[in-house]
């Protein structure tokens, strides 16, 4: 890191404490209170010895008693104000971490869909938990040790110079050379600190792409569970090594320093000796207790300062990471103008108006952009129809549908909904309007009823079972062991790909949109199950607009209008008779993919038959085979 950066890192890191001045400066006077008390005790000590304890005559047992009663006293002050400074730092500390979490997990909601699917999820978790943590230690620990110790060096200093400026001068003799070190030893940490942590992201990516349902499946059909252990083994390898080099790094430091400290007060009884043999009756018994007292005790605050700064320094780095983060603008936001539009006044036209498009470089590698997904693509649904968009694989029928709701931003043209440019209108506007049912259902790890009110959380239980029975696996719901409370498993996978896909519609049937974009689900639907969900989907698409990735016949037939994408080009629409009559790519698509009016079968492995011929898979979408 640039020192500029480090700069602005470090003021950016203490402008997360502005917000709790008055907190701080609660800490700060508590912290200058037991400093300033914890320097007067060496003075009285001074005062026991030279003018109670060894003074001519005997002891003076009344002086003696009110300078103990005296040291008690501070002593017990300075532990009930430590008890309420720990508890300020704490709340202060975590507080501070939470806000940051909360800011980082806000912010990374807002950014677009290119950027996930671009940066591993590991990577994104792994900031927010492994580097917002490990500042938490930092922040937490440290916010007030270093004001407490730096105040109690300061007055130390001054008290052992008040005592005797030649003996502080022998005492102080090395703290420069000890700076200069620690200068150094914090520049290695830091660099070691940032490897750390993205080793630290590397190894949550690794667990979280070969631990996950899908990830552990991969592995197992594969076979490829020795060569996943091997990876992260390498990894987790690396990781300690760093962590320990992190640890160690500054230990033979801090050994000198503590050697050194603990050698000075021998130094100064000699000087002292010096001194007084000299004739330089100015450091009684008395003075030399009291400054070796102060002495030893600023081993403690030194070598935690010199501590707390490499860890401040560590600390840089990982805020460095998630100010990065933070810094991300979210591509997709409201124009300054946008307006809302309400689903009760939306009629659920869509329009694209020679859109272009294409996806955004991987934030890795900015220059790697890759060839226009659509390009003049100009077509209009009217409200209520029905839109079945065909077309080879990879012909941009996805990218198609994912600009409707705004998922991604035209890189010429417009995309409009009633008229208007979906960038016109909010973004908070745009869920309501639009609902997808996508090939690959997700549903969270939590009960039926609460991945379906994901999208109504206002849904009463009649609604709930409404919807359900709408998508017909109310039934099917209501004859597990707990009904609507069932927990559905990690993404879904204690339910069937159709139950799962009828979870889903229910889901949409409870939004309501005025626009449906659906994703066919093929092959991965038996017979019985694709009819229940084709059942569903009529359901969910009546009275709506709908545009569907259209997979089966049934739909292609029922369409108003079908549209046949190629290379990002739309190079044909009208009607099912009309765009078979020209004899285009729809009827070379029709007679490969959807039998040519024959009825539909599948096989065991799912390739689907035609007239008795296994179908090639070079137009057929989502096939095994593909
Ligand atoms: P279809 O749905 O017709 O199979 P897609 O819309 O998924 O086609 O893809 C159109 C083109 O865009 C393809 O060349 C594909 O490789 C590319 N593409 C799809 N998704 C992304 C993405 N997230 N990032 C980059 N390119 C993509």
């Known amino acids: 890191m640039a020192d500029a950066a480090k700069d602005t890192t470090g003021r950016r890191a203490l402008a997360l404490f502005v917000p709790y001045r008055g907190r701080l400066t609660l800490i700060g006077l ?13 003075f ?3 005062r026991v010895f030279d003018d109670a304890l060894f003074v001519p005559g005997g002891p003076r047992l009344g002086l003696l008693t009110l300078l103990v009663g005296l040291m008690i006293a501070i002593a017990a ?5 430590g008890i ?17 979490r909360d800011r980082l997990f806000a912010h990374l909601q807002r950014m677009h869909l290119g950027f996930f699917t671009s940066t591993r999820t590991g990577s994104i978790q792994s900031r927010l938990d492994n580097d917002v943590g490990g500042v938490q230690s930092v922040v937490t620990d440290t916010a007030s040790s270093i004001l407490g110790n730096v105040v109690t060096v300061v007055a130390s200093v001054i008290a052992m110079l008040a005592l005797s400026w030649q003996l502080s001068l022998v005492a102080f003799v090395l703290l420069p050379v000890f700076l200069v070190l620690q200068i150094r030893v914090g520049r290695v940490r830091r660099k070691i600190a940032a490897r750390t942590q993205s080793s630290l992201s590397d190894m949550s990516a690794i667990t979280q792409e070969t631990l996950s349902v899908s990830g552990v499946l991969l592995a197992k059909v594969f076979g490829r569970q020795d060569q996943e252990i091997a990876r992260y083994r390498t990894e987790n390898d690396r990781q300690t090594t760093l962590q320990i080099r992190q640890t160690m790094s500054g230990q033979s430091f801090f050994a000198v320093v503590t050697g050194f400290f603990a050698l000075i007060p021998a130094v100064v009884y000699l000087v002292a000796g010096v001194l007084a043999s000299r004739g330089d009756t100015g450091i009684s018994a008395g003075t030399l207790v009291a400054f070796t007292t102060l002495q030893t005790r600023l081993l403690f605050p030194i070598v935690n300062l010199l501590r707390v700064s490499l860890d401040v320094q560590t600390s840089l780095a990982l805020f460095g990471r998630i100010f990065e983060y933070l810094d991300l603008v979210p591509s997709l936001q409201d124009s300054p103008d946008a307006r809302p539009l309400a689903k009760a006044d ?4 869509v329009e694209f108006r020679d859109v272009r498009f294409r996806y955004p470089a991987d934030s890795a590698d900015p220059d790697d952009v890759g060839p226009w997904a659509l390009e003049d693509l100009s077509l209009r649904i009217a409200p209520g129809q029905l839109a079945a968009v065909v077309g080879p694989s990879g012909a ?3 990218t198609l549908s994912s600009l409707v709701p705004r998922l991604y931003d035209v890189d010429a043209g417009a995309v409009c909904l009633d008229g208007t440019d979906v960038r016109e209108l909010t973004l908070a506007s745009l ?19 609460e991945n379906l009110r994901y999208a109504a959380p206002d849904a009463g239980d009649e609604q709930i079972r409404a919807a359900a029975r709408a998508a017909d696996i109310a039934e099917h719901i209501e004859g597990l062991a707990d009904g609507y409370d069932t927990m559905v498993g990690e993404r879904g996978y204690r339910l069937s790909g159709g139950e799962k896909q009828r979870v889903a519609i229910a889901r949409v049937i409870l939004s309501d949109p005025r626009i449906l974009v659906l994703d066919e689900a093929t092959s991965a639907l038996d017979t019985t199950s694709e009819r229940l969900v084709q059942q569903a989907l009529e359901t969910v698409m009546s009275g709506r607009t709908t545009i569907a990735i259209a997979h089966r016949l049934s739909t292609i037939l029922s369409a108003d209008v079908i549209f046949a994408l190629d290379h990002g080009r739309l190079v044909e629409q009208g009607t099912h008779d009309e765009l078979l009559a020209r004899g285009g790519l729809y009827a070379q698509l029709y007679a490969e993919q959807f039998g040519g009016g024959a009825v539909e079968a599948r096989c065991a492995d799912g390739v689907r038959f035609t007239d008795g011929k296994v179908l090639a ?5 989502h096939s095994p085979a593909a």
């Open 77 to 81: 002050v300075s532990a009930v104000i």
């Open 346 to 349: 939306a009629r659920g036209e």
């Open 617 to 621: 898979a070079r137009a057929t979408d």
């Open 396 to 398: 941009g029928k996805t």
């Open 431 to 449: 869920p309501g309007l639009v609902g997808m049912v996508t090939q690959e259902s997700y549903l969270f790890h939590a009960t039926v009823a």
């Open 84 to 100: 309420g400074q720990t508890y300020l730092t704490t709340v202060l500390g975590n507080r501070v971490m939470q806000s940051l």
């Open 44 to 46: 009285l000590t001074q």
């Open 30 to 42: 508590a912290i200058l209170t037991t400093s300033a008390l914890g320097v007067v005790t060496p």
